[in-house]
């Protein structure tokens, strides 16, 4: 296949950023695709950080602000790896300059920025992605597969858990470049927006739309210095969320996330019931899929733990041989890998930011429920 350059203008050059920079070198070595990533420009406000970064990944130059970027003829994707309060300003701009955009998730602070974003880019008709990255991981592409084949029959429940233990200390500050995730105005919410909203689009993939939720949110720690105006200072993000909620397919669900698990770092884990068969997947054993079929044989039913590694499991026959297992930053690839491929057949890839903005939507609900203590119904994307 001849391929064709697509020069990218990547912004942020922290966790998601090299995650992101991963994505676009490896993705041609593996996909068979018609169009080429080309990391043409890297930005970051620190300059010094985005000179160390241009030369570790191998960005041809760098920016310091947005605009410059966005503006350059000489790039076509613009890939947004920023903290969650610039989102929507960077992406509104580079859908006006009719870039392609990638973004990652939470698309915005909250409904209402992520309604400006979607406008934007459905004016420009610019392809784009939200980073929902898990949606990506084989076992995962599968459990999507199993179900839709209706292996499953009606679905009873779904149970999505999001752990992590690392905010438990008071004298952790909050704000800054290393802890804006702590900071209400530049992260918009805790562990919501955060770990929540990669539990509910992968929830909404695989089982359909949240009609309304009931949750609670608690915050352990009430105070903490921060780290820019160098006061002790309210914490106004949420520390843990839990919700029920009620899926259009009649099922019911339970959704938990929080920083205050102590022994977990990172556990994302979630199970789905149906009427003949059972599914559930661990981040922490990601390759594998659990499955439970109560229409096998009585004298060998049970869980089995299906090795989602063969040539005809989703994307495996674009890495080794079977039975060899690909890991976390591969979610990444395979997204892009599904991205470049939708812009060259002129289709939407899904997660769109108007899936984006679902999920934003189901956020919002679960902090006004927090709020209010009521049930609270989420609003429908048009
Ligand atoms: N998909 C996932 O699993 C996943 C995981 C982690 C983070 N995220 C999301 O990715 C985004 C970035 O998170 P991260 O962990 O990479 O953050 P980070 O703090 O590691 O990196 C952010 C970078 O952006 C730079 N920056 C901040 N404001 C800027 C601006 N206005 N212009 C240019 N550069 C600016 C900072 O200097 C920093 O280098 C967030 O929206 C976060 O929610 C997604």
Redesign the pocket.
Same mark, same amino acid.
């Given at each position: 296949m001849i391929m064709k350059n697509l020069n990218v203008g990547l !912004? #942020? *050059? #922290?966790?998601? #950023?090299r995650t992101h920079s991963n994505a676009h070198r490896r993705v041609s070595n593996f996909f068979d695709l018609e169009l080429k990533p080309v990391l043409k420009a890297i *930005? @970051? %406000? &620190?300059e010094e $950080?985005a000179k160390a970064f241009a030369n570790q990944w191998g960005y041809e130059s760098i920016e310091t602000d947005?605009r410059k970027l966005i503006e350059r003829k000489d790039i076509d994707l613009i890939d947004i *790896? !920023?903290? &969650?309060n %610039?989102?929507a300003e960077v992406a509104i701009a580079a859908a006006k300059a009719g870039k392609m955009i990638i973004c990652? $998730?939470?698309l915005a602070m909250n409904g209402k920025e992520a309604e400006k974003i979607v406008n934007a880019v459905e004016k420009a008709g610019v392809p784009n992605l939200i980073?929902f &990255?898990y949606r990506r991981f084989p076992a995962i592409t599968l459990a999507k597969k199993l179900i839709d084949d209706g292996r499953l029959g009606r679905i009873f429940h779904y149970r999505a858990k999001f752990l992590q233990d690392w905010t438990i200390s008071k004298s952790l500050p909050q704000g800054g @470049?290393s802890l804006?995730r702590l900071d209400a105005k530049v992260a918009g919410s805790g562990v919501t927006g @955060?770990l929540l909203a990669?539990c509910i689009d992968t929830a909404i993939w695989l089982n359909g739309n949240i009609e309304e939720v009931c949750a609670m949110t608690e915050i352990f720690v009430k105070e903490r210095k921060h780290l820019i105006t160098g006061k002790v200072e309210k914490v106004e993000i949420d520390d843990a969320s839990l919700f029920l909620a009620r899926f259009s397919n009649g099922s019911i669900a339970t959704f938990e996330a929080t920083r205050y698990a102590r022994g977990h770092k990172a556990l994302y884990t979630f199970e789905i019931n149906g009427e003949e068969a059972s599914i559930a997947w661990d981040l922490h054993d990601s390759h594998r899929l659990q499955y439970f079929d109560h229409r096998d044989e009585s004298i060998v039913r049970g869980w089995r733990s299906i090795h989602v590694t063969d040539g005809d499991h989703p994307y495996m026959k674009h890495w080794w041989v079977p039975g060899l297992t690909i890991g976390y930053e591969h979610s990444f690839i395979h997204q892009l890998a599904d991205f470049l491929e939708g812009i060259s057949k002129g289709k939407p890839t899904r997660p769109t930011f108007k899936e984006g903005l679902i999920t934003q939507y189901i956020c919002d609900a679960v902090l006004n429920s927090a709020q209010t203590g009521k049930w609270v119904k989420v609003k429908k994307v048009k």
């Open positions: !912004l #942020g *050059c #922290g966790f998601m #950023g *930005c @970051d %406000v &620190n $950080k947005y *790896c !920023l903290p &969650n %610039v989102h990652e $998730k939470p980073s &990255n @470049d804006w @955060d990669h």
